[in-house]
């Protein structure tokens, strides 16, 4: 086995190669561990909010590997008050004159918020590098921007994870000429999309370097098998309630105390007051 430049150990063939690419989930066992996944999401962020904690989670992947559904499954339960979806697309000229970290420092999750990021500062060393749209010296300068800046979020407080969805190219195609099928689904795709499989070799090695290079003990990467979209979302779920959980209390936060004088003053309801209380513990 190799090693890359974090410490970490690399399995022999590479990262990507070492994926159970037939890994799988029954519809029943699915539709039960993503409602609990669901309501464990739910508590988080309500804790989230009382605690001031914040977090930001990155999905990079391949095109159709399934980062949008998962990412529906996080929004659909979620107070979009405290959750904020930033789709990444090309850079505009007013971020194209500045740093490339500038359109994501202004992005990040204020106190008690969770921001998701569909394609994040990674792109600096994917997409740009494989496309030539940025110098070599500027891409591999990027890999130690890109730790420091993980760095200084992390010790300010920010939890960040980290999800690669891969799927192999003929899983990529079959989703393709699904959605060229389906009118309604034929908005995701796009002439990069079947330009980008002609760098699927490039792409593979640019993806390899970049868990050697910015998996840190901070920021790991987690990479997923996500042949089976239904294994795929639970899997990623876990591991992002998992992080974000870590040493949060999930009880839900106290009652405050002028809104129970208050509730009391109208309701005359201490009772009904005491009982919610009990339901939610």
């Known amino acids: 086995m190799a090693k890359g430049k974090t410490g970490r150990r690399r399995p022999r063939g590479g990262h990507l190669a070492s994926l159970d690419m037939d890994a799988s989930i029954k519809r029943a066992d699915y539709e039960v561990r993503l409602k609990k996944l669901q309501t464990r999401l739910q ?11 914040a977090a930001a989670i990155v999905f990079e992947g391949w095109d159709a590997a399934g980062k949008g559904g998962t990412i529906r499954r996080m929004s659909a339960v979620l107070d979009p008050r405290g959750f904020k979806v930033w789709p990444i697309a090309a850079p505009r000229r007013y971020h194209l004159e500045r740093h490339y970290l500038t359109r994501f420092w202004e992005r990040l999750p204020p106190n008690g918020a969770i921001s ?7 792109g600096r060393v994917l997409v740009e590098r494989v496309e030539a749209l940025t110098p070599e010296a500027r891409w591999r300068r990027a890999y130690e921007e890109i730790n420091e800046f993980e760095r200084i979020l992390t010790a300010d407080g920010t939890r960040i994870v980290k999800i ?6 003929d899983v990529q195609l079959r989703r393709f000429e699904e959605r060229l099928r389906d009118p309604m689904k034929r908005w995701k795709l796009s002439y990069e999309d079947f330009r980008n499989r002609r760098h699927w070799g490039e792409m593979e090695a640019a993806i390899e370097e970049m868990v050697d290079r910015t998996s840190t003990k901070h920021a790991p990467w987690h990479l997923i098998p996500a042949n089976d979209k239904k294994y795929a979302r639970v899997t990623a779920l876990r591991l992002i309630a998992d992080r974000l959980a870590k040493g949060v209390d ?11 004088t208050a509730a009391g003053e109208i309701f005359e309801a201490s ?11």
Not at 250 to 260: I, N, Q, Y
Not at 271 to 281: H, Q, V
């Open 43 to 53: 508590r988080i962020q309500q804790a989230y909010l009382y605690t001031g904690d």
């Open 116 to 122: 998701v990021f569909d394609r994040s500062w990674y």
């Open 164 to 169: 690669f969805l891969h799927v192999t190219p």
């Open 250 to 260: 999930l009880a839900p936060p106290p009652l405050d105390v002028r809104v129970e």
């Open 271 to 281: 009772d009904l007051i005491a009982s919610t209380a009990g339901r939610t513990s």
